[in-house]
């Protein structure tokens, strides 16, 4: 970095643990619509890729990118991949009334539908499905009910009826699809997204911690991968796509619809914990303040939506169309800044969080990050400050949800953005360190220039020694700040 840039990464923290993220559309794709979503409170830009084209997608990376060097902070770009997308053919009328009881029939040929038939293009629904099995239309709206299975087609009765339109979307949730989570589009809008620079990758119909697998050697160590939990068969395997993934999002748009709505709330609430006990940063999604894409105020429902998320620990919350084609994107940013940090200055808020927590692995690094916490706590300490390469040390220092402000210091600009996600953590990019005695000054100056530490102040530093190593946090000191850290030089 050159010198003049140096300063940008002083910025100050914010005062909310909880990130925001946020969907960038056409409501808010300019330069001065996006650092006003920033100064609200944007921590995160999530790129949609199932709408626009990659120039679309290179200019909004672009400006973010410039918002990035004027604001002072560090700003993770997340790609959110589309992938597959099943759907019904077309009616020869457009629509059709579909009546309970009465049968229903998908199958592989390409005439248009009636109201007894319609095309399903899609042989692996065929080939998973089975007698009994329920195929949901249209988000859930239409429910039908296998009877009989004849190779290319399948004769259902309608359980639940309505109108039925043109090219409405398919959902199977009691079958596992033999498909993979990557299409063509999406392997091509990997490489896009890689080579633009977006610090995550959000990963769509996870169904095996074998789709996620898939995805993380394609990244190869270029962006970190989230899976989304948007299925029935994911939350089966979920311990297994956790340890695989480096986070994950509660996507319960997908997940409402395959899942009974009245499981939703506690499958949201298992998928946190196992994603903290894990240390791995967990999103919640999808329809948190859907009522202001055209209200400039949300509705109380709403509110309390956000509000369980962050008393539950999530590391973000996240918004769509309320920040992408919404009338009202900056307030609904406003609208979940205020209602993270009220929650997160309740009594009850981190006690909340140390009650739900289970004890750390039985590994060095995850007991001095431990006791990092209870250290700071014990000597009143004003910040815990982390060096980390990898993001392993910073990740375990959030996963303990301590009291005290998280520093965060990395030479790695790719690292600090990809932390950006991560819960209570503040994350300066800052030139590296040789020596223990480096480490200690660097920590005591930069927590100074921070706002996080005066004359007579106590830091906790923990870090993994030889420095390099990743994942390697194996040493916890205690710093006194004294005067020399209110002089010296800045470039730091």
Known sequence: MTSSSVSEYYAPRRDRKTRIV??????????????????????????????GDHKDKEALVHTIRAVER????????????????????????????????????????????????????????F???????????????????????????????????????????VNVPNAVLPLAALTTKDRKDLTFALKAGADWIALSFVQRSADVAE????????????????????????????ELSDGVMVARGDLGVEEPVEKVPGIQKKIIRKARYAGKPVVVATQM???????????????????????????????SAE??????????????????????????????AADDYLNPNARTEDAITAAAKQVASSVAACAIVTFTSSGSTALRAARER??????????????????AIVWGLHTIKTKDVGSFEEMIGKSKRM??????????????????????????????????????????????
Not at 297 to 319: H, Y
């Open 289 to 319: 303040l859907e009522s202001m894409i055209n209200s400039p105020v949300p509705t109380r429902a709403e509110v309390s939506d956000v509000a369980t998320a962050v008393m539950d620990g999530a590391d973000a919350v996240m918004l």
């Open 70 to 125: 004027e604001v002072g902070r560090p700003i993770a770009i997340l790609a959110d991949l589309q992938g597959p997308k099943l759907r019904i053919g077309t009616f020869a009328d457009g629509k059709v009334d579909l009546v309970e009881g009465e049968i229903f029939t998908l199958d592989l040929t390409d005439k248009p539908g009636t109201n007894k038939r319609v095309s399903l293009p899609h042989k692996e629904i």
């Open 447 to 492: 927590a100074v220039r921070g706002g996080l530490a005066g004359i007579g102040d106590r830091i906790v530093v923990t870090a993994g020694v030889p420095f390099g190593t990743p994942g390697a946090t194996n040493v916890l000191h205690i710093a006194w700040i004294g005067n020399d850290e209110f002089s010296g030089s800045t470039a730091e």
């Open 215 to 242: 995805a993380k050697k394609l990244v190869a160590g270029k962006a970190a991968v989230m899976a989304k939990i948007e299925k029935p068969a994911a939350v089966d395997a979920l311990d297994e796509i956790i």
């Open 402 to 419: 301590p009291q005290a402000p998280i520093l965060t210091l990395t030479p790695k600009l790719t690292i600090a953005r990809r932390l």
């Open 323 to 352: 920040s992408a084609v919404g009338d009202f994107p900056c307030e609904a940013v406003a609208v979940m800044d205020r209602v993270a940090k009220r929650v997160e200055h309740e009594p009850n808020y981190l006690q909340a």
């Open 22 to 51: 946020a969907t960038l559309g056409p409501a808010s794709s300019s330069y001065d619509r996006i650092k006003a979503l920033f100064e609200a409170g944007v921590d995160v830009f999530r790129l949609n890729m199932s709408h």
């Open 127 to 169: 080939d998973a499905i089975k007698i009994g099995t329920n195929i949901l239309l249209d988000d859930g709206k239409i429910c039908l009910e296998v009877q009989s299975l004849g190779g290319s087609k399948a004769d259902c009765r309608i359980i639940v009826g309505g109108t039925l339109s043109d090219r409405k979307g």
